[in-house]
């Protein structure tokens, strides 16, 4: 395990619906870290989810939980090896029932300086923005 890893914890309504979507995304469960309260999906060597039940992550706070189904809370940026990456997520993310944010001035923008990024709303409301930039040199 890297010394350095991103655990990114979500609140989530359906336990079971939210790990059946990011499995359909092609990340996969660490068994290990599930139980009826959370489960932990990993994306790569050093970045996990942790899907937590409502009741469960309000334990990890005493503010309350986003409404992320009607507001934005945040934008997980994940950055990708090419554009074909970036699009085969974004669709696999909506036939598994997320709804793409198309966004026409953004990706302009994007355009400008050689980005390729798509949004994506996951069923709980959260954003994810995969994108990819050919970086210079």
């Not at 790990?19 to 990340?27: N, R, T």
């Amino acid at each position: 395990m890297s010394s350095k890893m991103i655990f990114i914890n979500l609140p989530v309504a359906d336990l079971d619906r939210s790990k059946s979507f990011y499995e359909a995304l092609g990340w996969k469960v660490n068994e290990d870290f599930t139980d009826q309260n959370a489960s932990c999906i990993v994306i790569d060597d050093n970045i996990c989810l942790m899907l937590l039940t409502k009741d469960f992550f309000s334990t990890f706070s005493k503010r309350p939980i986003a409404d992320t189904v009607n507001q934005t809370a945040a934008g997980y940026a994940l950055s990708l090896a090419s554009a074909e990456e970036v699009d085969v997520l974004t669709d696999a993310a909506v036939a598994a029932g997320a709804k793409e944010e198309v966004n026409e001035d953004k990706r302009a923008q994007e355009a400008q300086v050689g980005m390729h990024g798509r949004t994506f709303i996951d069923p709980d409301g959260h954003q994810w923005e995969p994108f990819f930039m050919n970086y210079p040199g």
